[in-house]
């Protein structure tokens, strides 16, 4: 292109008063999803290229951020709600219908939420070493009932959602039973820490045998770091479902901006980037496109899915059950 014609592109640009790249959609979401490891980056890139617009991720605690602030927010998206959330998020009143066609996901349960979008999901699981334990529980009652020289790791479900999850799970599964199991489990349970990746520490150093986590977790190791000794158990009653989820914010100055970022969560643009950069299965992608680490890894036959209603009634007495047992 000729130098004179390049430069009447540039005044014509410099004198039109308001371009499309001037839009800014503010998106709130935790620590993990802005960081660099994370997939908000290459999320942001993406979304970038087919608004021409700029996301501003502000990340942090999302849900009691946005509890603060009320109707003050400056949200137009909320990405990175935990399902375990949802009750407590839609309570605030904060939130607009997201207006996408859900016939489009693909997870392994019915979902026709109108505010609450499924951008990923997992199933929780006690990840190993399979080259070092030999012995793995087929059960949630076998780990219950494994040798008391087995090390595990949880996490708090008074601080973590994971830890939230595993007693919800828990309760499902042992039901009335729940806090004696706990009470069998906990010589087994080495450490009980604040979030998910203070345990996963210990167990990638060793220091424990089984740690919670997540089905999908192997799937980082072969991927990530060509190993393949990382493992999940899968129990035959079943594995609890965590789902991640976003949100447009009623009062966002730009609704039409906000609304096409909702549309992109469920398309294959943002689909393909979920496994490998948030390492988990996405919500909208056929298992046959998924990554091939992602297909080989092992998968629970039935799901536990708890709706926000009963996982909110559920909640109060299955941390009781949990704290009960562990202080015998």
Known sequence: MHHRLIAGLTLALAATPALAQDKTLTVYAPDYFGSEWGPGPAIKEAFEAECGCTIDYQTGDLLPRLLLEGERTEADVAIGF????????????????????????????????????????????????????????????????????????????????????????????????????????????TTVTPGWSESYGLFTE??????????????????????????????????????????????????????????????????????????????ALPEAEWPEAFRDIAMPEKAIWLSETEADALRAPAIEAWRQGLSQ
Do not use: C
């Not at 990840?127 to 780990?143: G, Q």
């Not at 708090?156 to 959602?161: A, H, L, Q, T």
């Not at 994971?162 to 042992?174: C, H, I, Q, R, T």
């Open 82 to 189: 935990d399902s375990t959330e949802m009750r407590k998020a839609r309570e605030t009143g904060l939130f607009a219908p997201h207006g996408v066609d859900t016939s489009a996901l693909t997870l392994p349960i019915a979902w026709d939420d109108e505010v609450f979008l499924p951008f990923d999901w997992s199933y929780l699981a006690f990840v190993y070493d399979n080259e070092a334990l030999k012995e793995v529980p087929a059960s949630f009652e076998a780990l219950v009932n494994a040798p008391d020289d087995l090390r595990i790791a949880i996490q708090d479900p008074r601080s973590s959602v994971s830890g939230l999850s595993l007693v919800l799970w828990a309760e499902e599964v042992f039901g009335d039973e729940a806090e004696a199991k706990w009470a069998e489990l906990a010589p087994k349970i």
């Open 206 to 283: 060793g220091e424990v045998d089984m740690v919670l986590s997540y089905t999908t977790s192997p799937a980082y190791h072969a991927i990530a770091e060509e190993d393949d000794t990382v493992s999940a158990a899968i129990f035959e009653e079943g594995h609890y479902m965590t789902i991640e989820l976003a949100a447009q914010l009623k009062g966002t100055d730009d609704p039409d901006l906000a609304q096409q970022f909702m549309r992109f969560v469920t398309s294959e643009a943002f689909q393909s980037l979920i496994p490998t950069s948030n390492w988990s299965y996405p919500s």
